[in-house]
């Protein structure tokens, strides 16, 4: 754990005394806007009612309400005094973080939880999922008014039209907002198998395409209802999922299965033997795993889902939770006349995030030039955050490119835990380094219970969450060369280091973000690996 | 695991022992360039200016009372006299009457006027202990922060 020390040095105590945005326990009231049903996406509704709230204008336009909205909100009120920033949502949801959905949430020990969507962080601190609780807002009505502005979110509320030879948008509503700058953080939409879309309404009401709040309230339900869950998809979003719901599963009387094409858990980010050995870690978790699987078909019998495998191999479940990726929502490009990438997806963006003059894209949404990696598109918290900030820094006259590399961290159960950064594509060739116990020690000592960590991210910040893990006997002494307990991942491109894994060593990210921005060809990554001090905890 | 695999994979593994790793690294690490323009900066940026969008602070510049805190702040910052922000005393209250409006955000301690009571809890950030991204200069280059 890293304690931040930074404000001290300069930040009088004595002035300072009150601590920011302490989390609200319950679920904050959304009642900012008036909230309208999300309409059809096709064809714009006239509709004089409902335009009642909506400001005619907004100097600075957020299209989306998710996280990298919320940071270039941030960012731009702290660099344009008293701007006034409006973030439109088709969500009915004030910005909030969504990692706790698929992590801290599940664990908590509160029963209100899902109720207030509040979860406890390590030091005790209770933290809410939203950004910030409604009184941080200013109504939308408002905006235009208030003495030094403030960010306004309209929710409930579609951009199905932009006009950039006008400057200004069409809402799902009907109504229209010129703006003067525009970011555009619309993230994705979670893809579907193409079987279970064609299965029909039966297998559609038992499928979760999970994203949203509303979709970890449902499945959480679902999860104490039902006898068998069955995710299909071995990536990050599965994986935490498996692993969430297979905590339950003893407690619940619940099957949890999870069913992947590739070998192991996370075969397409890590490479094979640790895959494998997380592959191990999350079938501890009481999860049944079925490795090799692709999907034939999905269909539903006798009140059960029946799942084909290409194989032939049939599984029996009640219900499904598809975690085969996201869709990036770039609706507006034609409208727009916006460039979409053909290889990655999103919105083509420069390497300052810009689109055109005056739009910015990012998030999910963005396909961006990194200088230093080249062009991606990035599906991670911190880089919303990152991309999002700086999009706002952007558009506040700052010409600042993408450089400060984003990361990313996956706990999967109270083994295995992990921070990465840059490339991490387990096609990449990589050199591991993992520390190895001295003759010495025993193996109850080799076998450390190491700070293993169930974290979220603060706004803009990696929050370090340690539970301690309690076992009652020491785990059976495993060979010291299979015993991937810490160590460092490099992954390689052209003998370049691109992407860092931190396995089960924390604190760390500064001198990996280092290692990646130099970019440098190094003789030897053992002495690279040696700037880590993976044998300290 | 094989020496055979290790030759014959795209990936490979190395085990080390602490003894293994004391000698200290011989990698060669680029010199930063404090005044590069691209980098995040701390709290205070290379021309002694406030750094508002620090994550350090938190909410507390983009607030319904950021305008307030900014003008504390910044006389606060660049106060001459001896005792220093002495002359920034309407800012300030400026400031906590504003907060005080918004309980939910700024928090009041309980019968405390000016007294501080705790730095680090009370820092603007979210304060917690973080493996921050952003932390300034001085923690960033350190590889062995913990």
């Known amino acids: ?537 | 695991m094989s020496y055979l695999n290790i030759f014959m994979s795209k990936d490979r593994i190395i085990f080390v022992t602490k003894e293994d790793h004391e000698a200290p690294s011989n990698a060669e690490l680029i010199e930063d360039d404090p005044n590069d323009p691209y980098e995040d900066h701390g709290l205070i940026l290379p021309n002694g200016d406030i750094n508002w969008n620090c994550p350090c602070l938190g909410g507390m510049a983009s607030g319904p009372c950021g305008q307030q805190f900014k003008d504390a702040f910044s006389c606060f910052h660049y106060s001459k006299e001896e005792v220093k922000g002495s002359d920034c005393v309407e800012n300030f209250r400026s400031m906590q009457e504003c907060m005080q409006k918004y309980p939910e955000l700024y928090p009041q301690e309980d019968d405390n006027d000016s007294a501080p009571s705790g730095g680090a809890d009370n820092a603007p950030s979210d304060s917690v202990p973080t493996s921050s991204p952003e932390s300034t200069p001085a923690t960033t280059e350190n590889p062995a922060a913990s």
């Not at chain 1, 009184?135 to 951009?159: C, H, M, Q």
């Not at chain 1, 420069?350 to 990035?378: H, M, P, T």
């Not at chain 1, 590399?405 to 594509?425: K, N, T």
């Open chain 1, 1 to 537: 754990l890293v304690t931040e020390s930074v404000v001290e040095a300069s930040v009088p105590e004595s002035i300072i005394e009150v601590s920011v945005t302490e989390p609200v326990a319950e679920a904050p009231a959304v009642t900012q806007t008036a909230v309208s049903e999300p309409a059809p996406a096709a064809e714009p509704v006239e509709s004089t009612a409902a335009h009642s709230d909506v400001p005619e204008h907004a100097p600075y336009l957020l299209i989306g309400g998710g996280t990298a909205s919320f940071a270039a909100a941030r960012s731009i009120r702290a660099r344009d005094p008293g701007a006034r920033v409006l973030i439109v949502t088709e969500e009915s949801e004030l910005p909030y973080m969504r990692p706790p959905l698929s992590k801290e949430l599940w664990f908590s020990d509160d029963p209100k939880a899902t109720e207030t969507l509040s979860f406890k962080q390590w030091n005790g601190k209770e933290r809410s999922i939203y950004f910030q609780p409604p009184s941080f807002y200013v109504s939308p009505t408002d905006l235009a008014k208030v003495e030094n502005g403030g960010v306004a979110v309209l929710t409930g509320r579609k951009v199905v039209h932009m006009d950039v030879r006008e400057n200004k948008v069409k809402l799902s509503d009907g109504a229209e907002i010129s703006y003067e700058k525009c970011l555009i953080a619309t993230g994705g939409v979670p893809r579907n198998l193409q079987v279970i879309d064609r299965a029909g309404e039966e297998v559609m009401k038992r499928t979760t395409l999970f994203r949203k709040i509303e979709d970890f309230r449902s499945l959480e339900k679902i999860s104490r209802e039902v006898k068998s869950i069955t995710i299909i998809g071995g990536g990050f979003l599965g994986s935490e999922l498996a692993c969430a719901l297979g905590r339950r599963s003893t407690d619940l009387g619940l099957e949890v299965i999870q069913m992947f094409p590739e070998k192991g858990n996370m075969g397409k980010v890590l490479p094979e033997y640790l895959s494998n050995w997380t592959t191990e870690k999350v079938r501890k978790e009481g999860v049944n795993i079925i490795m090799d699987a692709v999907v034939k078909n999905v269909s539903y019998k006798n009140d059960k889902l029946e799942i084909k495998l290409k194989d032939g191999r049939l599984i029996e479940t009640d219900h499904v939770v598809a975690a085969v990726g996201l869709e990036p929502s770039v609706e507006l490009a034609k409208s727009a006349g916006l460039e979409v990438d053909s290889d990655f997806g999103g919105y083509r963006v420069n390497a300052e995030l810009q689109a055109r003059s005056n739009i910015w894209v990012a998030g999910d949404a963005a396909c961006f030039y990194d200088i230093k990696l080249g062009r991606r598109r990035v599906e991670h918290h911190d880089h919303a955050v990152v991309s999002g900030r700086l999009a706002g820094e952007n558009m506040t006259g700052a010409s600042k490119p993408y450089w400060h590399q984003s990361m990313f961290w996956s706990d999967l159960g109270p083994d295995v835990g992990y921070e990465a950064i840059g490339i991490v594509d387990s096609s990449l060739p990589t050199v591991g380094v993992f520390a190895k116990a001295t003759a010495k020690d025993t193996p109850k000592a080799a076998t450390e219970q190491s700070g293993t960590g169930i974290r979220s991210e603060s706004e803009t910040e990696a929050v370090a969450v340690t539970l301690k893990a309690e076992t009652t006997a020491p785990p059976p002494p495993v060979q010291q060369k299979e015993d991937y307990g810490k160590g460092v991942v490099f992954y390689l491109r052209d003998n370049v280091v691109v992407g860092i894994v931190l396995w089960n060593v924390f604190n760390r990210m500064p001198i990996a973000r280092k290692i990646i921005k130099d970019g440098e060809q190094h003789a030897d990554l053992n002495e690279v690996a040696k700037l880590f001090n993976i044998h300290e905890d």
